[in-house]
């Protein structure tokens, strides 16, 4: 299978260490994902990260008093090397490498699955986000860089090899909807906008 860009890329994008954490770009974005899996949370609650990273987010979460599992996946090895290290010690938290398109679980494993600025970067958002519909169980919280418009959407490949996606919002959320959710709600905060998602039969 051809590698994509990210799987590729030994660079990490944004923070690599923990100490780099608190002072990360989009500060604001971050605490309301934080407040919203918070408040959706409970100690048996399983929150899964598509597009982890270093493992900010687990850490994170961990300060705040989040008492659930986590599992976060990634394309990047060498990310998923770092937030391993990054999270040593916290509890009921474990990293997987996998494709965003093909998630290696069974469905509804997650009570809370979470992306962030993920989709924009792939050539098409539609299996991926199938994909993230059929392993949550209760709410998708998807944050994007890119926001999407009420226009056609705008599919750019940079010179360098990876997507600067620009997608129609009715037609995105329309997609999750066709899934079996309903928007709850949306809002933009700092240069992202974050849209929750309930399982209508949760």
């Known amino acids: 299978m051809k590698k994509t860009y ?22 604001g974005t971050r605490k309301k994902i934080h407040e919203m899996i918070i408040s959706l949370s409970d100690e048996n609650s399983k929150v899964l990260e598509i597009g982890c990273n270093v493992g900010m987010l687990p850490w994170q979460l961990h300060k705040k008093g989040y008492k659930g599992s986590y599992t976060g996946v990634d394309s990047n090895g060498n990310a998923l090397v770092l937030a391993a290290e990054n999270t040593e010690g916290l509890p009921e938290v ?4 996998g494709e965003a398109e093909d998630l290696p679980f069974g469905g509804c494993v997650a009570d809370i ?15 991926a986000l199938a994909e ?8 998708f919280l998807l944050s994007m860089f890119i926001i999407p418009q009420d226009e056609p959407e705008k599919i750019v490949l940079t010179p360098s090899g990876y997507y600067l996606n620009t997608y129609n919002r009715s037609e995105l959320i329309a997609h999750v909807v066709e899934q079996g959710f309903e928007l709850v709600r949306s ?6 906008e974050l849209f929750l998602f309930e399982r209508r039969d949760a």
Do not use: M
């Open 6 to 27: 990210w799987q590729k890329s030994k660079k990490i994008v944004g923070p690599n260490r923990v100490a780099e954490f608190d002072t990360a770009g989009q500060q």
């Open 94 to 97: 474990e990293f997987l490498e």
């Open 132 to 139: 993230f519909a059929r392993v949550c169980a209760k709410y």
């Open 113 to 127: 699955v979470v992306s962030k600025d993920v989709i924009e970067h792939l050539e098409t958002y539609k299996k």
């Open 187 to 192: 809002e933009v905060v700092d240069s992202d």
